[in-house]
């Protein structure tokens, strides 16, 4: 037997393991119905401070949050004194239908799968699904929603509208309008996209009460907002027009003659952090109540060398057909030393923008970008949380970013994001303090989605 083959056998021997005990803990949660929460420490995200009560779970919502020690008959007690009780964690930005290379066709539900189970394991019981193949992605959205396979809870969009194939407006209002039909929750505008091509992509998805959310470049982010995109994500909009108008030409030189992702490097030097183009992008952010999720991780991924992610503990948990694709070295695979040093030196700039947004007061959200290379499922998320934590927001709203602030963009805040009675209950169950170290988040004991509880390891099939 080849090395290769052992490891698989023993990959599958895990796999059927994890199954059981997955369905073991998965039963016996279901049968109780109920579960208390003993001697937790809430950390409810409502802007309070901490505080210890017992928590009781029945029927997949938060029944009470009680200082009174009496069980009720029926619960299943699991002692977590000395742990903290956080709401679970929400990854806006997680293409969970997984696609083996570019194209939609190339559709693997088994690693989707995996890649749900692993997201539950790192606290993530919500994710936005911005773009993908929209009929399969709805029925994994509902098969969650039915108990079929778990996960966490999926909004999703469908495929993304980017310029081509549909380009005029009678062509984006029928792929909008298919897409509403196929019952996807929202709508995705990509770079390509031109002002007027997004009016009519969201013109068309408001009529079906559908949001849009858009990885916008041509369009640029004010006229997007007045437009009325709803969210837009990544932290940066890498358009010409944010740059000052001195450095517009030879960027637009450099997107021409070595494409879009090497010019970053100079857009990302030549931005002006607090000049009067980056001011205008946050006022119209604000005055629309645009939400952003940053991704700094599926950026900072790319724009360091890719040698520091390779052989690493974190790529080496993600799904074997997830570490294949990322084996051609990913967006930045032709980018020489100088370019990944060059871009280094400009990254502080990237925390400065974020930093900026969250002192001015724009709603952020957290997103990882999966599976972008080495952007590993569920780690991700934390890595994010870690990074925009650097930028120099604090551990608290850092969180809120995760829980709350998701849940209200997403319009889910009288469901989710914080630990309410009559919430869902959907929690993540640390060991230590997220307040003291938001690397905290990562130490997780238990993570509880519609009532139920898993330990992490049952979750992880290798
Ligand atoms: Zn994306």
New binding site residues.
Partial sequence: MTRLKMKRLLLCASIVLNVLLTTIIHTSAQHSGVTYLKGATVVDLTGRAPFQANVILRDGQIESITTSPTVPPDGHVIDVSGDYVLPGFTDM?A?VTFLRDDSYSSYDRATSEQVLKMLLAYGITTVRN??APAVESVRLRDDVANGKILGPRILTAGEALNGKPFSTEAEIRAEVKRQAAVGVNYIKVYANSTPQQTAVAIDEAHKHGLKVIG?LQITDWPTAAGLGIDFV??GVCWSASALPPQKRYEYEEEVRHLGPMKARIFWLESVDVNGPKMNRIIKSLKQHHISVDP?LI?YKTKFIPMERYRGKQNVSLAPRAMQESWIDGGFTADWTPSDYARMQKAWPKMLEIVALYYHEGVLLTT?S?LP?SWVVPGISLHQEMELLSEAGIPTQDVLAMATRNAAAALGLDREIGTVEVGKRADLVILAANPLDDIRNTRRIKYVVTDGKLFQPGSLLTH
Avoid: C, L, R
């Fill in positions: 930005h293409h911005p773009a990885h994500t990544h991704t599926a997103g970008d972008n």
